[in-house]
């Protein structure tokens, strides 16, 4: 997505005449491009409708920076639609809330009620975790093992099989242990059908929650805005999870969730473990979706401080999009230089906060300079390639021989690798204006 969208608002930037045709050129690449992010067909159409109100034509032929104005509209757009005007129950330390979880099964409610639990454990709240879920086998065991694990108290039962029993049980149970934070993790059958939402009805009507959490798999695609709505009709949905965001989904889901909730998406689960878990941030996601982010502000850094000379062979190699070590080492030995190159190349999105933590600068460049001296041990047929399979178990220790240091350091080495060819490919094939194309917008 991030890509085409990019590609579409460079278009853009690169046409002379910008009129309506132009725009509605853009306005329907970005359309497609958000309709594979798994936006709402409607959504999409809407934002469409509204940007077209709110870019003045005269403003963009006047020859101010047309591609920002566009950016900016659609940003502003799309964060809009993220926010439902107020904001979710929050639950006060030391006076008892319940918050209830819904969602279809392998949504992720499970986990995520562990890590919502453990998250608000860490800031300070007792927590309590309770199994309304006897529908599917094995659900007390999977939140009993999660809560351990996090030292946290826990109610259910093996033999009970009504979860409104339990869950009222586990209710007073943890009010009278002074437990603050009460969370009730619920069934979800595998179809949204009348029997998950009439027992969800009845869960909630007798625990009374403060506040029910939908929990959603941003990987449901187009069916996120149904199911979400289906739920929001059975019971008081007040905020949103969305889960899995660390595999291939795009997350557009979450703003047919918010649409048809009316209500704000309060996390988003990134990973399996109890701390992948991260607070909603509205900008930084819009950012993401659209792939702006660091990479234009990377780019016009580009421009103003890489000597003209050096930039075609840079940029080449930024948009060919393959990542093999030997361009890893060149970009390691551009990032310790002193002076522009150097920043430049901190502010590469992937080199940035990860590699060289602001504080840690010593250490990181230490450690930097350790991957290159692994790197020196290596065979240019190893340098050059882009498949990681070619560094096999036996290369690897002869690596760390070469290079006098652990196997295990080799292969955090190509963890890293890794983890920057990923963002690397994101470069590909984006077109990277010349520094005229730049002054001409
Ligand atoms: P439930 O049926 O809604 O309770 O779903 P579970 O909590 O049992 O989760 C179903 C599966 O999704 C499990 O294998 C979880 O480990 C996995 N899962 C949950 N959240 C995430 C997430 O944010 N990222 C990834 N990669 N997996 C997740
Ligand atoms: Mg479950």
């Not at 591609?67 to 129950?89: H, T, V």
């Not at 979880?101 to 562990?114: A, E, M, N, P």
């Not at 453990?118 to 709240?125: M, R, V």
């Not at 050096?310 to 393959?322: A, D, I, M, R, S």
């Amino acid at each position: 997505l991030g890509t085409s969208i990019s590609r579409a608002l460079q278009q853009m930037s690169n046409a002379t005449i910008i009129d309506e045709k132009v725009l509605n050129e853009c306005l329907n690449e970005i359309t497609r491009a958000l309709l594979q992010a798994d936006v709402q067909f409607k959504l999409v159409r809407d934002m469409q409708t509204n940007i077209k109100k709110i870019v003045n034509l005269d403003d963009l032929a006047a020859g101010h920076n047309k591609r920002r104005i566009i950016q900016q509209a659609i940003f502003n757009e799309l964060c809009k639609m993220l926010d439902p005007g107020k904001p979710s129950f929050t639950p006060k330390k030391g006076k008892p809330s319940i918050v209830m979880f819904v969602g279809l099964q392998g949504s992720g409610k499970t986990t995520t009620c562990t890590k919502y639990a453990y998250y608000h454990q860490k800031k300070g709240w007792k927590p309590a975790l309770v199994c309304a879920d006897t529908f599917r086998a094995g659900a007390f065991d999977q939140l009993k093992q999660n809560a351990a694990k996090a030292k946290i108290p826990f109610y259910g039962s093996y033999t009970e099989s009504d979860p409104v029993k339990i869950a009222v049980e586990g209710v007073e149970r943890s009010k009278k242990e002074n437990c603050d934070l009460i969370i009730v993790d619920t069934s979800g059958r595998h179809k949204q059908e009348a029997a998950l939402f009439e027992e969800m009805r009845q869960v909630s009507e007798a625990t009374k929650p403060d506040l029910v959490i939908f929990v959603m798999d941003s990987s449901i695609g187009q069916a996120a805005f149904d199911q979400a709505q289906a739920f929001k009709q059975s019971v008081a949905v007040g905020a949103v999870i969305v889960t899995k965001m660390d595999g291939h989904a795009k997350g557009g889901g979450a703003l047919s969730a918010v649409a048809a909730t009316k209500s704000p998406v309060i996390f988003i689960g990134t990973g399996e473990h109890m701390d992948d878990f991260q607070v909603f941030d509205v900008k930084p996601f819009v950012s993401r979706l659209l792939g702006m982010g660091d990479w234009s502000g990377f780019m016009d850094k580009i421009h103003e401080v890489v000597p003209m000379d050096q930039q075609p062979e840079l940029l080449q190699k930024l948009t060919e999009g393959n990542f093999s070590l030997r361009i890893m080492y060149e970009q390691f030995q551009n990032l310790l230089k002193m002076g522009p190159i150097g920043q430049v190349f901190s502010m590469l999105p992937g080199f940035s906060a990860e590699l060289m933590p602001k504080g840690h600068e010593k250490e990181s460049q230490a450690k930097i300079k350790r991957y290159m001296t692994m790197m020196d041990s290596m065979t240019n047929e190893e340098l050059d390639s882009s498949n990681p399979k070619l560094i096999t178990e036996s290369r690897m220790m002869r690596i760390a021989r070469g290079s006098g240091r652990q196997k295990k350091e080799v292969e955090e080495m190509f963890e890293e690798y890794k983890r920057l060819a990923k963002i690397w490919s994101k470069m590909k094939g984006l077109k990277i204006p010349k520094k005229g194309d730049m002054s001409a917008l």
